[in-house]
């Protein structure tokens, strides 16, 4: 009997643990949604900004971009993008360095995804459209700020 109720209570206890994931939420991390206008021009390395809003617990918080590219980067676009910022405790936290690393091309109305995430673990995930002639491949660092 007594090995019955051990065996039991290890099959409850695992039961216990691999559900527990399922069922808990991280409290702390919250989404907002982010609209973002970057004009981006280049020949080796590109240079670009832009501007763009947070809307993150029914506040709207203006923001400024600035980024800047190295590669293989020929051309100008202009990039209206839009998606969620996620991992967010506060509005502030979507200031920083974001990166990523990726290959794309832009010609006329060409659409465009990219994921990007800073140094406080705040993820872009942003979709939209380029307008205008660019072809890279390149590291990007781009610079959010509250304005």
Not at 3 to 24: C, E, H, I, Y
Not at 59 to 84: C, N, Q
Not at 119 to 146: F, P, Y
Request: proline residues 2%; aromatic residues 4%; glycine residues 18%.
């Amino acid at each position: 009997m007594l090995k019955v109720r051990q065996a039991l209570g290890q099959v409850l206890m695992t039961v216990a643990f691999a559900v527990s994931p399922v069922l808990t939420v991280p409290a702390w991390a919250e989404t907002g949604t982010v609209n973002i206008e970057i004009v981006k021009a280049g020949f080796i390395v590109g240079v670009g900004g832009g501007r763009g809003t947070l809307v993150f617990q029914g506040r709207r918080y203006p923001l400024r971009i600035g980024g800047l590219s190295f590669g293989a980067t020929i051309g100008a676009s202009k990039a209206e993008l839009s998606g969620r910022a996620s991992n967010l405790r506060r509005a502030s936290d979507i200031a920083g360095t974001y990166t990523a690393v990726g290959a794309g091309a832009a010609v006329g109305g060409g659409v465009s995804a990219i994921r990007l995430q800073n140094g406080k673990g705040v993820v872009l995930d942003l979709k939209g459209r380029n307008i205008g002639l660019e072809l890279n491949t390149s590291v990007s660092g781009v610079e959010v700020s509250l304005r």
